[in-house]
């Protein structure tokens, strides 16, 4: 049943609606919302999770986030006439303090401002990173009415910040406030974009299917222990990749996790599902038949990122053939980040003749890894256990080295292996009870997908 559904899923991807094309993006932008709409995810485990490392849970940028509008009709009608309330919404600017944030909001009002200062709570603006959006409403003495501050939370809730003035209970009494900061629920959806790799490049290509950066991000990443995105992606690749977004009064608010991705590389189909067994907050990509994405290595040391990918080239000539000097060699600019390619103990870091600052590290089971020509070290120590995705220096062309690029060795009995080709060891697989509700989730999931490339596929039509 799983190889059926597996042939389904991928001999219609290329039936899918042509990102190019602004009419069919925005039909299935509509679609998508309503679809998104019906169904409600069960996903609550896998939100929240912190993330780990570079490989399972990646990093994605900081967003601006867009923040809910007071309800100002509502408020103006109970307001008396003699009354109005302003609304200013302004970003977080670098080097702000309290007291220029509330100026450029136009407010004018210094026991507001004290507040802010001495309350806890309401100190969590000094939180906010710059870019970041704070609303204030004021009246018409430019005293502070409510202050709000989305101070961040996964694609399913957000946290907000908000200063609310509490009237005096006499005429005479003083004016105070309060600060909470509350949870508010957004609306899941799956958002759905689908391309094919051309000449522009595995960027350019992300970019005419509109997929943020940040999902564009975790698809690098979950893939990073099947694929060497420097090497591998190729003119004619195919992907289709669904994320959850969340909406909140029909506003988008965040991206959340890649939930499927499927990329046809070089004609051989790779599928990922996002999976956490139930009670459980570590979840994983998992194959559609329940094989772990995970390898014991990354088949790239080197972050692949708009400024990495395709940088160098013919401008430098570097030895292509690992059997010529043991080694693959990465073109990337100077400072981009190298990452230990899998688990293992710092067996020497320092300058060698030829590799100038070398990082090697020693893994289970007679392996080790070379990583060359570095620009500097993220502060490793001889002894010290490193993570697999964890960065431990930075690309440059100490040794000898024409250009700036990472020569990159992988050794077994250090003996030198070409890591383009090797094959490495087969992925664990679920068992048991956890297999069991993986196969359950992953019908149910299919079968949302389907629905959803049913939608895309009637458009298309059209
Ligand atoms: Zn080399």
Same mark, same amino acid.
Not at 86 to 94: H, S
Not at 436 to 462: D, P
């Given at each position: 049943m799983?190889?059926? %559904?597996?042939?389904? &899923?991928?001999?219609?991807?290329v039936?899918?609606?042509?990102?190019?094309?602004?009419q069919h993006?925005? !039909?299935? @932008?509509?679609?998508?919302?309503?679809?998104?709409?019906?169904?409600?995810?069960?996903?609550?485990?896998?939100?929240?999770?912190?993330? /780990?490392?570079a490989?399972?849970?990646?990093q994605?940028?900081?967003?601006?986030?867009?923040? /809910?509008?007071?309800?100002?009709?509502?408020?103006?009608?109970q %307001?008396?006439?003699?009354?109005?309330?302003?609304?200013?919404?302004? /970003?977080?600017? /670098?080097?702000?303090?309290?007291?220029?944030?509330?100026?450029?909001?136009?407010?004018?009002?210094?026991?507001?401002?004290?507040?802010?200062? @001495?309350?806890?709570?309401?100190?969590?603006?000094?939180?906010?990173?710059?870019?970041?959006?704070?609303?204030?409403e004021?009246?018409e003495?430019?005293?502070?009415v409510?202050?709000?501050?989305?101070?961040?939370?996964?694609?399913?809730s957000?946290?907000e910040?908000?200063?609310?003035?509490?009237?005096?209970?006499?005429?005479?009494?003083?004016?105070?406030? @309060?600060?909470?900061?509350?949870?508010?629920?957004?609306?899941?959806?799956?958002?759905?974009?689908?391309?094919?790799?051309?000449?522009?490049?595995?960027?350019?290509?992300?970019?005419?299917?509109?997929?943020?950066?940040?999902?564009?991000?975790?698809?690098?990443s979950?893939?990073?222990?099947?694929?060497d995105?420097?090497?591998?992606?190729?003119?004619?690749?195919?992907? !289709?990749i669904?994320?959850e977004a969340?909406f909140?009064?029909?506003? &988008?608010?965040?991206?959340g996790?890649?939930?499927?991705?499927?990329?046809?590389?070089?004609?051989?189909?790779?599928?990922?599902?996002?999976?956490?067994?139930?009670g459980?907050?570590?979840?994983?990509?998992?194959t559609?038949?329940?094989?772990?994405?995970?390898?014991?290595?990354?088949?790239?040391?080197?972050e692949?990122?708009r400024?990495?990918?395709?940088f160098?080239?013919?401008?430098?000539?570097?030895?292509n053939?690992?059997a010529q000097?043991?080694?693959?060699?990465?073109?990337?600019?100077?400072?981009?980040?190298?990452?230990?390619?899998?688990?293992?103990?710092?067996?020497?870091?320092?300058?060698?003749?030829?590799?100038?600052?070398?990082?090697?590290?020693?893994?289970?089971?007679?392996?080790?890894?070379?990583?060359?020509?570095?620009?500097?070290?993220?502060g490793?120590?001889?002894?010290?256990?490193?993570?697999?995705?964890?960065?431990?220096?930075?690309?440059?062309?100490?040794?000898?080295a024409?250009g700036?690029?990472?020569?990159?060795?992988?050794?077994f009995?250090?003996?030198?292996?070409?890591?383009?080709?090797?094959t490495?060891?087969?992925?664990?697989?679920?068992?048991? @009870?956890?297999?069991q509700?993986?196969?359950?989730?992953?019908?149910?999931? %299919?079968?949302?997908?389907?629905?959803?490339?049913?939608?895309?596929?009637?458009?298309?039509?059209?």
């Amino acid at each position: 049943m799983w190889s059926r %559904l597996r042939e389904v &899923f991928a001999r219609e991807l290329v039936v899918l609606v042509d990102p190019t094309n602004p009419q069919h993006a925005r !039909r299935r @932008k509509q679609l998508t919302a309503s679809v998104g709409a019906i169904f409600t995810l069960g996903m609550a485990a896998a939100m929240g999770v912190a993330p /780990r490392t570079a490989y399972d849970d990646p990093q994605a940028p900081r967003l601006q986030e867009s923040l /809910r509008m007071p309800d100002v009709r509502a408020q103006l009608e109970q %307001l008396t006439d003699a009354e109005a309330v302003y609304v200013r919404e302004e /970003r977080m600017q /670098r080097g702000d303090t309290i007291a220029t944030l509330l100026r450029r909001l136009g407010v004018d009002d210094p026991d507001a401002q004290a507040f802010i200062v @001495k309350n806890p709570t309401a100190r969590g603006l000094f939180n906010l990173n710059p870019g970041q959006a704070v609303q204030a409403e004021i009246d018409e003495s430019n005293m502070l009415v409510s202050l709000q501050a989305n101070l961040g939370g996964d694609a399913a809730s957000s946290r907000e910040l908000v200063i609310e003035r509490v009237e005096p209970a006499s005429p005479n009494g003083s004016t105070s406030y @309060k600060a909470r900061v509350q949870s508010v629920e957004n609306d899941l959806r799956y958002e759905m974009a689908s391309g094919a790799i051309s000449a522009g490049g595995f960027f350019k290509a992300m970019d005419a299917a509109s997929v943020p950066d940040e999902v564009v991000q975790q698809m690098i990443s979950i893939f990073s222990g099947v694929i060497d995105f420097h090497h591998d992606i190729a003119n004619g690749d195919r992907f !289709r990749i669904i994320y959850e977004a969340g909406f909140r009064d029909g506003d &988008f608010v965040r991206n959340g996790r890649v939930v499927a991705v499927e990329l046809i590389n070089r004609n051989q189909l790779h599928q990922a599902l996002w999976f956490a067994p139930d009670g459980s907050k570590d979840g994983a990509y998992y194959t559609f038949d329940g094989r772990s994405m995970k390898r014991p290595f990354l088949r790239s040391p080197v972050e692949f990122s708009r400024v990495s990918s395709g940088f160098g080239g013919r401008e430098h000539p570097l030895h292509n053939y690992w059997a010529q000097h043991k080694g693959v060699d990465f073109a990337a600019p100077t400072g981009t980040k190298v990452f230990a390619t899998g688990d293992g103990v710092v067996e020497f870091v320092g300058q060698q003749n030829g590799y100038g600052n070398i990082v090697i590290l020693n893994h289970a089971n007679g392996y080790s890894t070379y990583y060359a020509h570095l620009s500097g070290f993220a502060g490793m120590q001889q002894g010290q256990r490193v993570s697999q995705g964890q960065v431990i220096g930075y690309v440059g062309q100490t040794g000898w080295a024409t250009g700036p690029h990472l020569h990159y060795e992988f050794r077994f009995n250090d003996v030198p292996q070409n890591p383009l080709t090797i094959t490495l060891m087969e992925a664990p697989t679920l068992t048991g @009870k956890a297999r069991q509700e993986f196969l359950g989730y992953t019908s149910e999931m %299919l079968s949302r997908i389907n629905a959803l490339r049913t939608y895309n596929v009637l458009t298309a039509a059209n």
